[in-house]
């Protein structure tokens, strides 16, 4: 079988995380595959002190309704925050992102996972995600250059907080 | 205007060399129709009826007579010739083939326009006041601030897959003329008694299927803070909003179902933890942008001008033009004109190729080179010589741009309908013109006085029935086409949601039911009452009544 493949640091990297709570390990009675998971916020509520004694790595993911800050002061506990997208058209991890990261100052890999394609990874990026597991059937190689669809960016964000209007005032905006 | 630099320019670049190989990657089957829909609709390509739909943003309305060239080229070369302009100012075209339009993007973006996020669940164009910079009642030029509000909704990463789409309106004017209380969010420009300027923030109106007037959540806001508490609305929205039912997922029914005041503490509680951004809006960068908007090199004129005192004299019919089309400019000896695209028999807010580019060569002549398109889709020229007006306005004439109907029955605001769209349930055009043809009467029309009639082909409103004084509204009955009235909306200040009268009506029937509204009217009126007026101080009931016949007619049709 293929391994599963993932893009971090604008690389396509191998990916050990299995995701708990989503099928083929939809079942949350079962034990834990070993090795690292990402396990649902619901899990975490429920059986924070059991995973966090686990040896192996573990990280969280969180539905799109889920609010980022019922693990604000959790943060610390998890190598990987997942966010999950069902549909690429539910933008609301794309504020859980930018709450994570700025509001709750996570500063660990934040992975997004579902239906994502190439056509959303300039934007999840600049809402500060840095690892993307893109559906199954897309090739995250040819995904890899939608990273640099746009040279120029209006407003600040994750990636670059200063707006455009704040360089232009130093740089003169360079007129036509 | 707004002129783009380096960074716009290759921002659009970028954008059409995206969308071109997202076009490519659909064509070669690399992207299914439900991957590829949403990546189209924010590139403005709808699949429609007979063909695909482009729509072309103008932000805020406004339009140099070079960009008018390149409409006129483009609908000549990828369509059949003609446009249209809608009630978001916009134009839309109705026959591009899909493998052609990121040609057309290409081409638009030769002279620094696009279609970004002209539709799709995305923060759209930004509309305003089509006199704003010209009107004696301005506040501030609300242009500076819809081109920052413009390029801080491009591409914002955060917003690009909202529960629905998001429209927001400036009005930088005492009078509103930018339908503020009827957009996701309304920003109406003020002073505070200390002389700041600030603007008041209105969420959640609109019309569509519920319509409501907005809800003013902040009496004043600081404007270098309108884009931080923009995007405080917008995270809110975009967290909360509904996304299980299309029919739910405006802000205006979030609004409804937290309440204002809850809605209110959310946005602010949001904007309290997030408004000390570099979002904030520097002087610089407004300096930057309102140097695009100086006012034109004016010459110093009398207010009253001999040549248009003499052809108002001579002409009746030039008169009659200058009464309804011509409007009051803050610059003595000047006037905006709105050059009408509500001509009977022709497709209200329809302009050809041919007309595009003559209204071009008129800006040029007669108007800095600039135009605007007004939210009941007509143009305007902005700034105008009094004493040119009768030129002008001989020249428009020639080319069917002169009728003399604004706030007019017949300056019938409309939408394409089920000619052309997809989601329609009835045609609206020819209900238009057949109203239209029924008061040709200029006499008559201006005996009726000012009134706004608006037509929907449905429930999604672009035709904004509901603030129609008359409202039309297509309904579906069976497979059949029928048509709701509603009377008593207003737009402006006091923008008020239009009431049904009664059961719906065949096609054939419209021109008496609006003759009847006209009839109870003029029987009723006092002395200078328009009939909006005349509705609200009586009610539907006599209306209904002539409108219904007796009581026991209005029982069947029911």
Excluded at chain 1, 11 to 19: I, K, L, Q, S, Y
Excluded at chain 2, 57 to 70: E, N, T, V
Excluded at chain 2, 290 to 305: N, R
Aim: hydrophobic share 40%; proline share 5%; aromatic share 8%.
């Amino acid at each position: 079988m293929q391994p599963e493949r993932v893009i971090r640091g604008r690389r396509v990297e191998n990916d050990a995380w299995v995701v708990v709570g989503l099928p083929p390990h939809e079942d949350l009675a079962a034990a834990l595959p070993t090795g690292p998971v990402l396990v649902p916020l619901a899990l975490w509520l429920e059986r924070r002190e059991e995973l966090a004694a686990r040896r192996d790595a573990l990280g969280i993911w969180l539905k799109p309704h889920d609010d980022p800050a019922a693990i604000a002061g959790d943060l610390d506990r998890f190598s990987v925050v997942a966010v999950h997208f069902p549909k690429f058209t539910d933008g609301r991890g794309y504020s859980s992102a930018a709450l994570l990261r700025t509001r709750y100052g996570y500063r660990g890999e934040l992975r997004a996972f579902g239906d994502v394609g190439r056509d959303q990874l300039f934007h999840l990026a600049r809402c500060g995600f840095d690892a993307f597991k893109l559906a199954p059937h897309r090739d995250p190689d040819a995904a890899l250059a939608s990273f640099t669809d746009f040279s120029v960016r209006y407003q600040g964000s994750l990636d670059d907080p200063v707006p455009l209007f704040r360089k232009r005032a130093v740089s003169g905006g360079n007129p036509r | 205007m707004y002129r783009y630099d380096s960074y716009d320019h290759a921002l659009v670049a970028e954008r059409v060399a995206q969308y071109r190989d997202q076009t490519r990657r659909y064509l070669a089957g690399e992207l299914t129709d439900d991957e590829f829909r949403p990546l189209r609709l924010q590139n403005g390509l709808y699949i429609q009826r007979q063909a695909p739909m482009l729509r072309v943003a103008i932000p805020y309305g406004l339009l140099s007579s070079g960009q008018l060239r390149m409409l006129a080229h483009i609908a000549r070369k990828h369509d059949k010739g003609y446009g249209h302009f809608t009630t978001r100012q916009n134009i839309q075209y109705n026959w591009p083939k899909l493998e052609e339009t990121p040609d057309i993007l290409a081409l638009l973006a030769s002279v620094e326009m696009h279609a970004i996020q002209t539709s799709g669940n995305c923060v759209r164009n930004i509309t305003t006041d089509h006199f704003a910079g010209v009107a004696p009642d301005e506040i501030v030029d609300p242009r500076p601030l819809a081109e920052i509000l413009r390029q801080w909704s491009t591409f914002h990463p955060e917003f690009a897959y909202l529960p629905r789409k998001f429209k927001i309106a400036l009005n930088g004017a005492e009078a509103d003329r930018a339908a503020v209380l009827l957009h996701d969010i309304g920003l109406h420009v003020v002073k505070n008694p200390a002389g700041e300027v600030g603007m008041r923030v209105i969420v959640g109106g609109g019309m569509g299927r519920t319509p409501i007037i907005g809800h003013v959540i902040r009496d004043f806001l600081p404007w270098r803070h309108m884009l931080t508490y923009v995007e405080a609305i917008l995270r809110v929205y975009n967290r909360y909003g509904r996304r299980d039912n299309i029919y739910k997922a405006r802000i205006k029914i979030l609004v409804k179902a937290l309440g204002v005041e809850e809605f209110t503490r959310q946005v602010e509680a949001e904007w309290e933890a997030s408004k000390d951004s570099l979002a904030v809006i520097t002087d610089e960068e407004f300096a930057r942008v309102a140097a695009h908007f100086e006012p034109h090199p004016y010459e110093s004129l009398a207010e009253v001008d001999p040549v248009y005192v003499q052809s108002r004299a001579d002409s009746r019919s030039f008169t009659r033009w200058a009464e309804r089309n011509v409007h009051a400019h803050r610059k003595a000896g000047y006037a905006a004109v709105t050059l009408s695209l509500k001509k009977t028999g022709v497709p209200p807010g329809d302009a050809t190729a041919e007309q595009m580019e003559f209204v071009a060569d008129l800006a040029d002549r007669f108007s800095f080179g600039e135009l605007r398109v007004s939210h009941e889709q007509n143009l305007i020229l902005a700034d105008v010589r009094k004493r040119d007006l009768f030129a002008l306005w001989q020249a428009a004439k020639s080319q069917g741009l002169a009728t003399p109907n604004v706030g007019l029955l017949t300056n019938i605001v409309c939408c394409p309908g089920g000619d052309f769209c997809s989601l329609a349930n009835a045609k609206s055009i020819p209900i238009a013109e057949a109203i239209q043809r029924r008061f040709d009467d200029l006499d008559y029309l201006h005996d009726i006085g000012e009134l706004d009639l608006n037509i929907s082909g449905c429930m999604n409103s672009c035709g904004h029935h509901h603030i129609g004084h008359i409202g039309i509204l297509g309904v579906d009955k069976q497979g059949a086409e029928f048509y709701q009235v509603s009377i008593g909306g207003r737009q402006g200040n006091s923008a008020a949601l239009g009431d049904v009268i009664g059961p719906s009506f065949a096609a054939a029937e419209m021109p008496d039911v609006v003759e009847k509204l006209i009839d109870t009217y003029l029987g009723v009126r006092h002395p200078d009452e328009l009939f909006v007026d005349t509705v609200h101080r009586l009610g539907i009931a006599p209306f209904k009544a002539r409108v219904y016949g007796d009581t026991r007619e209005i029982a069947r049709a029911a």
